[in-house]
């Protein structure tokens, strides 16, 4: 032992002497960084890169750090990089990212990369210029490139097989994307608000799926847009917002439409879905989404009965004046007619798709292959007037008006209209008549579009048919009648008491018919001042108004108000002449109000004093004292329960004591005032009860915080200050586990402080403060506590001590010094469970589960054989008891033995363990021609304390030798455990 002393005693000494050493090297120069940048994690047979190095970018100057570029490597510890990990450069999942800045990406060298992981670098808008991906990449995972900011066009893999979901979304850089042919799936958004990807976009044919929102917002797609024949699935919102012209449906038409077809929504210039004739009923059935169904249609070519007019080259199912143009879009062209005479006779012919049919328009759908003709009335001459009107409201009718001219008006045909005004896109009104006008007075009456407005309708009747043979076109008017300005002569006292308030306030003779006012929110002051007053008409002819007047008011009491140290006093309401004038006394944290001399008398220190009436001039004198540990602690006794069963304005007064008190006795400790350790709980337990607060533990089977409350002694007086104000929404302590990844100098650490122990599982926590204000959320960790906590790790049954063994565990923890250096403590179990360690800890880092073993001697326990004449014998407890040589009796057969006089339970010696003080009873079975059947004996009478033990026991010294050896063997174990300690 002296010289393993020594021993240790030298290695000291020498690593003190080669630690100055590298102290003095480092004094002279500063060493350069060596150590790992990447941090990773095996994935197959090659590496996965999850992040930045902490060490490499604590190596770095701020400026550094504010333009690093991320070049991938080909390997890793001599093993391929094949993935960049999920989250691996996600800011918000990377504490040690916050003030670092990304600003390129290097993938050149990952020639083995087969993966870009979930949100691998996601929200980085300073990655910026071209994007070269490896050709070895199969999958990019889901938002890898997110908000990214990219430019020109991008090349995808040939092994690229899957697009995760929001892959490249808002990358509005992207002037164009190139897919390889083996591409099968896009998912959803996986190029949503891409607003730079432009021309027309040749998607491959080996892709299968494209994901809701997939190019939702790409507004520069333009063109002619071919779905490729292997498609399966199109999902909702794809093309959201583009505007390609014509889109070429898949040949097959069991094709998944999520939502029937609302891939092609707000697609302001698409003005055709092409299919074959073949597919047509089907997509038409598929196509529910209504502004997708009515723009499917396939080429037909339309040819006129009579042959009057080329065949037209037309779509079924869309409008005739549709036409393909030169460059193969589908357009509406504003200039096609069908073949007519000029009408000048009061007929014309028109054209049909149906012998004898109802005739068509050049915005008719197409519905056949054939246009006939049909000869009816010519259409009337319609001249509306000005569609749009706008004045102010002066009493005066506006007309609203259409004239309606025919050649047989009268004659043969009739003609009425139908108006209508529509308010917020809803038919208000509905007026049939024969009146070509409508006449509108009011501001009620106004319909100046964007939702309102007046539109009529013309029908033209048949008087020998009874039938009408026209309806126009909806003709619109915009009407905007706007209010006029009132007139307003407000009368009201020039001159009034201050403590009455302003005084009344009337319309004087000539105003406009409305209800004038005081405006709120002005305050009476002494002297002349001006005094806002609003109006607001009767009519909505009219607008509201407001304006000023001058006022002469007489000023209030005065109150002389003197606050000491430590404290402030307020006034409530305006304290006017006659009326009660309240103040508040609010005491600084830490302290109370101590002494209140009102108009020089003492009063009752309280937090708020009145004085009633008031009629003429008072003083207000408070001072404030230190709070006294045991008013602290009275206080927090006091405090309200919090329930659940308060009414609201309860539960809001009852959280503001609770935090209240914590403001307090935080200000007590920081001038060294200490609670008792009952309070401080009783306030910890308060806290965790407010709807703002929470406390959470690690989410593990492994590890139990126990008493989480005590966490929010953590919670500072200026934390408590902007709960109590409202500047914080919300307060979390969480406490997280992780698995424990120390580096080399760490674990040298903890396997220098571990001496005597064997190393276990290794647990990483940490505790954060995550603080919510407004719309900000702050993440602070938290490294030592205000007061020790306690936490308990389950064993796993692995390290739960086996027979034989005395198991000693504790926990190894470790910090890191300011330096950067690594040092460790053992941590003692406190709890004395054999499968659970409790310790007590104010630190959090990684922890170590730890422990040693002795080998302890087992159980030495008597077995008796009763009424045998057999002698006792020893067993060591757990153990096989060896058979005896079976007992003889005159007159009966031996039958062996059993745990109870009754030779209800056997002994089965090779199975049966001993436990403990062990009698076994032998049963005794008569041979034939003895009289008194089947003998068991009765038990052995218990010995008197004169007595000693039975004689049939053997040696009577074997049990006091047992009992010294038991003795030594304890003495033994201690004396070990005590040397070991030493």
Same mark, same amino acid.
């Given at each position: 032992?002296?010289?393993?002393?020594?021993?240790?005693?030298?290695?000291?000494?020498?690593?003190?002497?080669?630690?100055?050493?590298?102290? =003095?090297?480092?004094?002279?120069?500063?060493?350069?960084?060596?150590?790992?940048?990447?941090?990773?994690?095996?994935?197959?047979?090659?590496?996965?890169?999850?992040?930045?190095?902490?060490?490499?970018?604590?190596?770095?100057?701020?400026?550094?750090?504010?333009?690093?570029?991320?070049?991938?490597?080909?390997?890793?510890?001599?093993?391929?990089?094949?993935?960049?990990?999920?989250?691996?450069?996600?800011?918000?999942?990377?504490?040690?990212?916050?003030?670092?800045?990304?600003?390129?990406?290097? *993938?050149?060298?990952?020639?083995?990369?087969?993966?870009?992981?979930?949100?691998?670098?996601?929200?980085?808008?300073?990655?910026?210029?071209?994007?070269? *991906?490896?050709?070895?990449?199969?999958?990019?995972?889901?938002?890898?490139?997110?908000?990214?900011?990219?430019?020109?066009? =991008?090349?995808?893999?040939?092994?690229?097989?899957?697009?995760?979901?929001?892959?490249?979304? /808002?990358?509005?850089?992207?002037?164009?994307?190139?897919?390889?042919?083996?591409?099968?799936?896009?998912?959803?958004?996986?190029?949503?608000?891409?607003?730079?990807?432009?021309?027309?976009?040749? =998607?491959?044919?080996?892709?299968?799926?494209?994901?809701?929102?997939?190019?939702?917002?790409?507004?520069?797609?333009?063109?002619?847009?071919?779905?490729?024949?292997?498609?399966?699935?199109?999902?909702?919102?794809?093309?959201?917002?583009?505007?390609?012209?014509?889109?070429?449906?898949?040949?097959?038409?069991?094709?998944?439409?999520?939502?029937?077809?609302?891939?092609?929504?707000?697609?302001?210039?698409?003005?055709?879905?092409?299919?074959?004739?073949?597919?047509?009923?089907?997509? +038409?059935?598929?196509?529910? &989404? +209504?502004?997708?169904?009515?723009?499917?249609?396939?080429?037909?070519?339309?040819?006129?009965? @009579?042959?009057?007019?080329?065949?037209?080259?037309?779509?079924?199912?869309?409008?005739?004046?549709?036409?393909?143009?030169?460059?193969?879009?589908?357009?509406?062209?504003?200039?096609?007619?069908?073949?007519?005479?000029?009408?000048?006779?009061?007929?014309?012919?028109?054209?049909?798709?149906?012998?004898?049919?109802?005739?068509?328009?050049?915005?008719? #759908?197409?519905?056949?292959?054939?246009?006939?003709?049909?000869?009816?009335?010519? @259409?009337?001459?319609?001249?509306?007037?000005?569609?749009?009107?706008?004045?102010? /409201?002066?009493?005066?009718?506006?007309?609203?008006?259409?004239?309606?001219?025919?050649?047989?008006?009268?004659?043969?045909?009739?003609?009425? !209209?139908?108006?209508?005004?529509?308010?917020?896109?809803?038919?208000?009104?509905?007026?049939?008549?024969?009146?070509? !006008?409508?006449?509108?007075?009011?501001?009620?009456?106004?319909?100046?579009?964007?939702?309102?407005?007046?539109?009529?309708?013309? &029908?033209?009747?048949?008087?020998?048919?009874?039938?009408?043979?026209?309806?126009?076109?909806?003709? &619109?008017?915009?009407?905007?009648?706007?209010?006029?300005?009132?007139?307003?002569?407000?009368?009201?006292?020039?001159?009034?008491?201050?403590?009455?308030?302003?005084?009344?306030?009337?319309?004087?003779?000539?105003?406009?018919?409305?209800?004038?006012?005081?405006?709120?929110?002005?305050?009476?002051?002494?002297?002349?001042?001006?005094?806002?007053?609003?109006?607001?008409?009767?009519?909505?002819?009219?607008?509201?108004?407001?304006?000023?007047?001058?006022?002469?008011?007489?000023?209030?009491?005065?109150?002389?108000?003197?606050?000491?140290?430590?404290?402030?006093?307020?006034?409530?309401?305006?304290?006017?002449?006659?009326?009660?004038?309240?103040?508040?006394?609010?005491?600084?944290?830490?302290?109370?109000?101590?002494?209140?001399?009102?108009?020089?008398?003492?009063?009752?220190?309280?937090?708020?004093?009145?004085?009633?009436?008031?009629?003429?001039?008072?003083?207000?004198?408070?001072?404030?004292?230190? *709070?006294? #540990?045991?008013?602290? $602690?009275?206080?927090?006794?006091?405090?309200?329960?919090?329930?659940?069963?308060?009414?609201?304005?309860?539960?809001?007064?009852?959280?503001?004591?609770?935090?209240?008190?914590?403001?307090?006795?935080?200000?007590?400790?920081?001038?060294?005032?200490?609670?008792?350790?009952?309070?401080?709980?009783?306030?910890?337990?308060?806290?965790?009860?407010?709807?703002?607060?929470?406390?959470?533990?690690?989410? %593990?089977?492994?590890?139990?915080?126990?008493?989480?409350?005590?966490?929010?002694?953590?919670?500072?007086?200026?934390?408590?200050?902007?709960?109590?104000?409202?500047?914080?929404?919300?307060?979390?302590?969480?406490?997280?586990?992780?698995?424990?990844?120390?580096?080399?100098? $760490?674990?040298?650490?903890?396997?220098?402080?571990?001496?005597?122990?064997?190393?276990?599982?290794? %647990?990483?926590?940490?505790?954060?403060?995550?603080?919510?204000?407004?719309?900000?959320?702050?993440?602070?960790?938290?490294?030592?506590?205000?007061?020790?906590?306690?936490?308990?790790?389950?064993?796993?049954?692995?390290?739960?001590?086996?027979?034989?063994?005395?198991?000693?565990?504790?926990?190894?923890?470790?910090?890191?010094?300011?330096?950067?250096?690594?040092?460790?403590?053992?941590?003692?179990?406190?709890?004395?469970?054999?499968?659970?360690?409790?310790?007590?800890?104010?630190?959090?880092?990684?922890?170590?589960?730890?422990?040693?073993?002795?080998?302890?001697?087992?159980?030495?326990?008597?077995?008796?054989?009763?009424?045998?004449?057999?002698?006792?014998?020893?067993?060591?407890?757990?153990?096989? *008891?060896?058979?005896?040589?079976?007992?003889?009796?005159?007159?009966?057969?031996?039958?062996?033995?059993?745990?109870?006089?009754?030779?209800?339970?056997?002994?089965?010696?090779?199975?049966?363990?001993? $436990?403990?003080?062990?009698?076994?009873?032998?049963?005794?079975?008569?041979?034939?021609?003895?009289?008194?059947?089947?003998?068991?004996?009765?038990?052995?009478?218990?010995?008197?304390?004169?007595?000693?033990?039975?004689?049939?026991?053997?040696?009577?010294?074997?049990?006091?030798?047992?009992?010294?050896?038991?003795?030594?063997?304890?003495?033994?174990?201690?004396?070990?455990? +005590?040397?070991?300690?030493?």
């Amino acid at each position: 032992m002296r010289f393993a002393k020594r021993r240790r005693g030298a290695v000291a000494l020498v690593l003190l002497v080669a630690l100055a050493v590298l102290s =003095l090297s480092t004094w002279a120069e500063e060493a350069p960084y060596t150590g790992a940048v990447f941090t990773w994690a095996e994935a197959g047979g090659g590496v996965a890169v999850t992040g930045f190095d902490d060490g490499y970018l604590a190596s770095l100057t701020e400026a550094q750090r504010g333009d690093i570029a991320i070049i991938i490597p080909e390997t890793i510890g001599g093993k391929p990089v094949t993935a960049i990990g999920d989250l691996a450069f996600y800011n918000n999942t990377h504490p040690s990212y916050k003030d670092c800045r990304f600003t390129s990406l290097d *993938l050149s060298q990952a020639t083995h990369l087969v993966q870009i992981g979930e949100m691998a670098f996601d929200s980085h808008s300073e990655l910026t210029g071209p994007l070269a *991906l490896p050709a070895s990449l199969e999958t990019i995972g889901k938002q890898a490139f997110m908000g990214c900011r990219f430019t020109g066009s =991008l090349d995808l893999p040939a092994a690229l097989t899957t697009l995760g979901q929001g892959a490249f979304k /808002y990358n509005t850089g992207l002037t164009g994307v190139r897919f390889p042919a083996g591409l099968t799936t896009i998912e959803n958004a996986a190029f949503s608000g891409c607003t730079g990807l432009s021309g027309e976009l040749a =998607l491959p044919k080996s892709l299968k799926k494209i994901g809701a929102q997939a190019f939702q917002s790409c507004s520069a797609l333009t063109g002619t847009l071919t779905l490729p024949e292997e498609l399966t699935f199109l999902g909702s919102q794809a093309f959201y917002g583009t505007n390609v012209s014509t889109a070429v449906l898949p040949p097959d038409p069991t094709v998944v439409l999520e939502n029937g077809g609302t891939a092609f929504r707000n697609c302001a210039r698409l003005t055709a879905l092409l299919c074959t004739e073949e597919n047509y009923a089907a997509y +038409a059935k598929s196509l529910t &989404y +209504a502004d997708a169904k009515k723009l499917l249609g396939y080429p037909i070519s339309v040819s006129y009965a @009579d042959g009057s007019a080329p065949a037209l080259e037309r779509l079924f199912g869309r409008p005739l004046n549709l036409v393909k143009g030169a460059d193969g879009h589908w357009a509406t062209d504003s200039g096609f007619a069908l073949p007519a005479d000029d009408g000048s006779t009061g007929y014309l012919t028109r054209w049909s798709f149906a012998e004898g049919g109802s005739t068509v328009s050049p915005a008719s #759908a197409v519905s056949g292959a054939t246009l006939y003709p049909v000869r009816g009335y010519a @259409d009337p001459v319609l001249t509306p007037s000005d569609s749009r009107v706008s004045k102010v /409201y002066d009493g005066q009718p506006v007309e609203l008006k259409i004239d309606i001219s025919h050649p047989l008006k009268g004659d043969k045909v009739f003609f009425y !209209c139908m108006w209508t005004k529509v308010h917020n896109y809803q038919k208000d009104k509905d007026r049939w008549s024969t009146d070509n !006008c409508w006449t509108a007075v009011d501001v009620a009456d106004s319909a100046p579009g964007g939702g309102d407005w007046y539109q009529v309708t013309v &029908y033209g009747y048949d008087y020998a048919t009874k039938t009408n043979f026209y309806k126009s076109q909806t003709h &619109y008017f915009y009407l905007d009648i706007q209010p006029a300005d009132a007139t307003v002569l407000p009368v009201c006292a020039g001159d009034a008491p201050l403590e009455s308030g302003l005084p009344s306030l009337a319309l004087g003779e000539g105003s406009t018919p409305g209800a004038i006012a005081w405006e709120e929110g002005q305050t009476p002051v002494a002297g002349t001042a001006n005094y806002r007053w609003t109006f607001e008409p009767d009519s909505g002819n009219y607008r509201g108004t407001g304006g000023e007047v001058a006022l002469t008011l007489h000023p209030a009491p005065a109150i002389a108000v003197e606050a000491g140290v430590g404290g402030a006093v307020s006034r409530e309401g305006e304290g006017l002449w006659g009326e009660d004038a309240v103040y508040r006394l609010t005491p600084a944290p830490g302290y109370r109000v101590d002494t209140v001399l009102a108009d020089g008398v003492p009063v009752a220190a309280t937090g708020r004093y009145t004085f009633p009436q008031i009629s003429g001039p008072h003083t207000l004198q408070v001072t404030f004292a230190p *709070l006294w #540990a045991e008013e602290a $602690e009275e206080m927090i006794g006091t405090l309200p329960p919090l329930d659940g069963n308060l009414a609201p304005e309860e539960q809001a007064a009852a959280e503001e004591a609770v935090l209240a008190a914590k403001v307090h006795t935080e200000a007590l400790k920081k001038g060294g005032t200490a609670l008792s350790a009952g309070a401080q709980d009783t306030l910890n337990a308060a806290l965790a009860q407010l709807s703002t607060v929470a406390v959470e533990g690690p989410d %593990h089977p492994a590890l139990t915080l126990n008493r989480p409350a005590a966490l929010l002694s953590n919670m500072s007086q200026e934390e408590a200050a902007a709960l109590q104000a409202g500047e914080i929404s919300h307060y979390r302590l969480s406490l997280q586990r992780g698995s424990a990844a120390p580096d080399g100098r $760490e674990q040298a650490a903890i396997e220098t402080a571990a001496q005597g122990y064997v190393l276990a599982d290794q %647990h990483s926590l940490t505790l954060q403060k995550i603080i919510t204000r407004g719309e900000d959320t702050e993440v602070v960790p938290v490294e030592r506590l205000a007061a020790p906590i306690s936490l308990t790790f389950t064993l796993p049954p692995a390290l739960q001590a086996p027979d034989g063994i005395a198991r000693t565990h504790a926990v190894l923890r470790t910090h890191q010094a300011p330096d950067g250096s690594w040092s460790a403590e053992i941590l003692e179990d406190v709890d004395g469970s054999a499968t659970t360690v409790t310790v007590l800890t104010d630190r959090f880092s990684t922890y170590t589960l730890i422990y040693r073993d002795e080998a302890v001697a087992p159980k030495r326990c008597t077995v008796h054989f009763a009424g045998t004449g057999l002698a006792d014998t020893e067993a060591a407890a757990g153990s096989l *008891l060896p058979q005896p040589a079976d007992p003889t009796r005159e007159g009966y057969r031996f039958g062996g033995w059993y745990q109870d006089e009754g030779c209800t339970l056997p002994w089965d010696f090779a199975a049966d363990r001993v $436990e403990g003080e062990l009698t076994l009873y032998p049963r005794w079975i008569p041979l034939e021609g003895t009289p008194d059947g089947e003998v068991r004996p009765a038990p052995s009478p218990a010995p008197t304390p004169d007595e000693g033990l039975p004689a049939e026991t053997g040696d009577a010294g074997l049990p006091l030798a047992a009992g010294a050896l038991a003795l030594l063997a304890a003495g033994a174990v201690a004396l070990s455990r +005590a040397r070991k300690r030493r």
